[in-house]
């Protein structure tokens, strides 16, 4: 079989060598497409290969169009809002992801960006601290835990939501059950987001829920920029001159908001969450192993398009 790593933003050169290694030992081929300049060299790339690999790319009804042997399309990471599922499904091709795999480094950013902008985005204007502030964390899932059990190690308290848990959960992963947004982000000092981009779930976090958030709240963003309403944000930022936000997905309205706003804001240019070295290992090779062993046995634990 052929399998394409097809990655805008590619893994490290110890995790392609890796995937590579996997995908050659069970007897396959492995090709990659890396840094691509256009979605037409993507779906150039498609056309006699039986499996992709890919990150945030955009797996769209024209790239399973092209692809005529195409069987499955893993996912390196844990939101899968860049493949048409519809689509896929029309073709018979499975769709997975990787949950879980790159978790670790996400949760770390968004420690990291809460840090820096509690100490003013590193200027040396007088900061805060983390310590006794409370975290919300919006979704308890692979990311939000990890991140609320890092906060809690650095003295916060934690809240957090997650419709599909139940309050025991939350509370054996270390964090006080919280029952509707609108209570979390009343609540919370510090609020991270780690729901997925859903119908439901774009532009559901906007000036209603924002301007709740308590003085000198900081919203966190690593999740997906289409969850936030950025004209609320916008409003709720003029509104609210103690309110910051900071994303590991740059808003469309970033220029508008860093001139208006300065150091209340920040968005890292290109979505790192997920790039570290650590990561890029863990999800790629995780990846090439559940393609080998779907060729080989059928296996669809992680599908996510059932
Ligand atoms: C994910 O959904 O796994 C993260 O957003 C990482 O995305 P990336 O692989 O494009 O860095």
Redesign the pocket.
């Known amino acids: 079989m052929k399998v394409l790593v097809a990655t805008q933003?590619p893994f490290s050169a110890a995790a392609v060598k890796g995937i590579k290694d996997i995908i050659e030992q069970n007897g396959h081929e492995c090709v990659l497409l890396e840094k691509y300049a256009e979605q037409a060299d993507f779906v150039a790339a498609v056309a006699d290969v039986n499996a992709i690999i890919i990150?945030?790319d955009k797996v769209t009804a024209e790239v399973l169009e092209a692809a005529k042997n195409l069987k499955i399309v893993v996912?390196?990471?844990?939101?899968?809002d860049n493949v048409d599922l519809e689509a896929a499904t029309a073709h018979n091709v499975v769709v997975m992801?990787t949950p879980g795999q790159?978790s670790n480094a996400?949760a770390e950013l968004a420690l990291g960006l809460m840090v820096f902008m509690a100490r003013t985005q590193f200027t040396p204007a007088t900061g805060s601290e983390l310590q006794g502030k409370r975290l919300g964390v919006q979704a308890y899932g692979n990311v939000g835990r990890l991140v609320g059990q890092k906060a809690k190690a650095l003295g916060m308290e934690i809240s957090a939501l997650d419709p599909f848990l139940t309050d025991e959960q939350i509370v054996a992963g270390g964090a006080d059950p919280v029952h509707s947004v609108e209570e979390l982000y009343g609540a919370s000092d510090y609020l991270s987001i780690h729901i997925p981009a859903l119908p439901a779930t774009i532009k559901s976090i906007g000036y209603d829920l924002i301007t709740r958030m308590p003085k000198g709240a900081t919203l966190i963003n690593t999740?997906?920029k289409e969850v936030i309403d950025e004209e609320g944000l916008y409003k709720a930022l003029e509104e609210r001159q103690d309110l910051k936000y900071v994303s590991d997905v740059m808003p469309d309205n970033y220029d508008v908001l860093r001139e208006k706003f300065g150091l209340r804001v920040f968005a890292t240019p290109k979505?790192?969450?997920?790039?570290t070295a650590e990561a890029n290992m863990n999800?790629g090779l995780a990846a090439a192993r559940q393609i080998c062993d779907f060729f080989a046995t059928g296996n669809t634990r992680f599908q996510v398009n059932k």
């Open positions: 933003k990150r945030s996912r390196a990471g844990a939101g899968f992801n790159n996400v999740a997906r979505k790192m969450g997920a790039q999800a």
